[in-house]
């Protein structure tokens, strides 16, 4: 099985890291420890994140260095939703939306993990990633923004929203530096569990 472009070169993968650890270290000392900020907030600046990417991507800028930030960034993201963000928020009125988007997880992460053995010139990366991007996009605006952020911001107060928030920043920071776009292939057989609703 050929690896494409699931090894960085090493001053990219550094240069990642240490521009995304300057990133989330202004956000913490900017809110501090004990300032935080909504969880809500935190995820959806992902997002963007993530939108920049994709359209660094489809326009050929540095394709291969804003893959490999993407799928760091979308394992990431992904990890924390699912062990911190969603069993946080998991009440029998947000369990279906929940449980779909794990669902899309997986289907997110099968369709990364097709990409991460591929190279970027290759004749099917592109397409694959209009796919992800069509994917993410839906997952993220359509289901997250639109519909389960509104219930969470209605079950949680600020305060519990920041709470979350800090938990998600924190683990973000700790994965983010480890290449976690490596995890993402053995995370394709199932979707991630869920607690059951409270």
Known sequence: MRRGSLEAPRHVAAGLR???????????RILGSELSTDVCEVLTSQHT???ELFERIEKGERKQEAFVELANLLAAHATVEEKIFYP??????????LHESVEEHLSIKRLLADLIVLKVDE????????VLKEQVAHHAHKEEEAKLFP???????????????NQVVEMFEQLIVQNPMQNVPDETAAAAPLPQPS
């Open 18 to 28: 240490d521009a995304l650890t300057l990133v989330m270290g202004i956000i913490r």
């Open 123 to 130: 004749e099917t990366f592109d397409a694959k990633i209009s």
């Open 88 to 97: 946080g928020v998991m009440v029998k009125d947000t369990s279906d939306l």
């Open 151 to 165: 219930k969470v911001k209605a079950l949680l107060n600020a305060e519990e929203r920041a709470a979350l928030g």
């Open 49 to 51: 994140r993530v939108d």
